[in-house]
Structure formats: structure tokens, C-alpha cells
Nanobody, 127 residues
Framework: QVDLVELGGGSVQAGGSLKLSCAAS????????MGWFRQAPGKEREGIAT???????NYAYSVKGRFTISKDNAKNSLYLQMNDLKPEDTAMYSC?????????????????????WGQGTQVTVSS
């Protein structure tokens, strides 16, 4: 069992930046593949960024070039740096994790690929 806690959400004006963090309750943080997801009211959950055990990353088109996913295994933490925020980025942001043994493929943007989820943190971008 891995508990995930997101921090760093808030309100910001369009064009601004926020950095989200996700703290994991595991000493084997390096073992997991991680992802960031978001869900806006009335919309389906959207996977936006993933990171593999080796640090390789992948981004959804909607955030590519503006958001950066990273992790710090020593701090058991995942991050999402969000720049040039737009009103359409307004959503509840959640981190997710899945066991990722050596040789496992990098996970994608489907929520069903992940076993563990945080409660989420709200990001609101005003125009």
C-alpha cells in the first residue's frame, strides 16, 4: 500500500506558474512509475504527464512545453512544474503510482494503469 498526498494547488492568473508536489509513503519510491492526472468539472479524467523508473517522461499534447514532471527518489516525491497556465488548466490534479518492476514498460495516460491515487489538489486559473 502506498499513500500519496498532493500539495501546491491554488489560484493563479493566466500566464502564471505553480508547482505541485506529491509525497509518497514508501521507502521504495524508485520502484514506482508515476503520473499526474487532472479532472475538470463535467469532464473526464485526463492523464497529462508520466515518468518512468529511469526518469523518462511523456506528456499529453495539452500540456507539452508548459508542464514538467520530475521526481526525487531521495525525498520520495513527485513534482509537476506548471508554467504559462491557462484557464482551461483549471482542474483537480492528482498523482498516481503503479508498481514498476525492472524492465516494465513506461505507463501511459490511462487511469486504469495505476494502482495508487492521491486525494488531489485544486488548481484554478483565472483569465
Amino acid at each position: 500500500q502506498v499513500d500519496l498526498v498532493e500539495l501546491g494547488g491554488g489560484s493563479v492568473q493566466a500566464g502564471g506558474s505553480l508547482k505541485l508536489s506529491c509525497a509518497a509513503s514508501t521507502l521504495r519510491f524508485y520502484y514506482y512509475c508515476m503520473g499526474w492526472f487532472r479532472q475538470a468539472p463535467g469532464k473526464e479524467r485526463e492523464g497529462i504527464a508520466t515518468i518512468g523508473r529511469d526518469g523518462s517522461t511523456n506528456y499529453a499534447y495539452s500540456v507539452k512545453g508548459r508542464f514538467t514532471i520530475s521526481k526525487d527518489n531521495a525525498k520520495n516525491s513527485l513534482y509537476l512544474q506548471m508554467n504559462d497556465l491557462k484557464p482551461e488548466d483549471t482542474a483537480m490534479y492528482s498523482c498516481a503510482a503503479v508498481d514498476c518492476p525492472p524492465g516494465s514498460p513506461m505507463r501511459g495516460f490511462l487511469g486504469q494503469e495505476y494502482n495508487y491515487w492521491g486525494q488531489g489538489t485544486q488548481v484554478t486559473v483565472s483569465s
